[in-house]
């Protein structure tokens, strides 16, 4: 009978190793799960802020392009009239920071979202965008976007 007692104690788990095996079980899946879903959140707000980019490289090449072929600029109310030859562009700021061009003669409309535009503003024939604290171009202060234009008379 001792032979017996003594083999069946070399084999398999015993409630001890139980005990031991399932907290740590445990705690290595809750890790991983977190480890999950931290890792799926950073790749969606890495692809929101890569959409961010884009949206405002291209709203500063076309407002780049804008001013350099203008033949006059004028702001009212956060809203920039750009006077060309064939007809007037504007530039509004939506209450979400999006940026909206308004092609010439209100034929076209871009808008580009998520860019956290908060003032244009005009100083020395150039055109500059405030961002709003915070953003992604902006992470700590109030960053200032310039695009120069083309000499005026």
């Given at each position: 009978?001792?032979?017996?007692?003594?083999?069946?104690?070399?084999?398999?788990?015993?409630?001890?190793?139980?005990?031991?095996?399932?907290?740590?079980?445990?705690?290595?899946?809750?890790?991983?799960?977190?480890?999950?879903?931290?890792?799926?959140?950073?790749?969606?707000?890495?692809?929101?802020?890569?959409?961010?980019?884009?949206?405002?490289e291209q709203a500063l090449?076309?407002?780049?392009?804008?001013?350099?072929?203008?033949?006059?600029?004028?702001?009212?109310?956060?809203?920039?009239?750009?006077?060309?030859?064939?007809?007037?562009?504007?530039?509004?700021?939506?209450?979400?920071?999006?940026?909206?061009?308004?092609?010439?003669?209100?034929?076209?409309?871009?808008?580009?979202?998520?860019?956290?535009?908060?003032?244009?503003?005009?100083?020395?024939?150039?055109?500059?965008?405030?961002?709003?604290?915070?953003?992604?171009?902006?992470?700590?202060?109030?960053?200032?976007?310039?695009?120069?234009?083309?000499?005026?008379?």
């Amino acid at each position: 009978m001792n032979d017996l007692t003594r083999q069946y104690n070399q084999r398999g788990f015993t409630l001890m190793h139980m005990l031991v095996a399932l907290p740590l079980l445990s705690v290595f899946l809750f890790i991983g799960s977190k480890l999950f879903i931290t890792n799926n959140r950073l790749f969606r707000e890495a692809d929101s802020a890569e959409q961010r980019l884009i949206h405002t490289e291209q709203a500063l090449k076309m407002l780049h392009t804008d001013v350099w072929l203008s033949a006059g600029l004028q702001l009212k109310d956060n809203r920039l009239t750009v006077k060309q030859s064939g007809g007037d562009i504007r530039w509004e700021i939506d209450g979400r920071g999006g940026l909206t061009r308004i092609g010439l003669n209100g034929k076209t409309r871009h808008t580009f979202n998520g860019i956290g535009t908060t003032a244009i503003e005009i100083r020395n024939n150039a055109v500059s965008l405030a961002l709003r604290q915070g953003t992604f171009l902006c992470p700590t202060s109030r960053a200032i976007v310039t695009t120069t234009g083309a000499s005026q008379p």
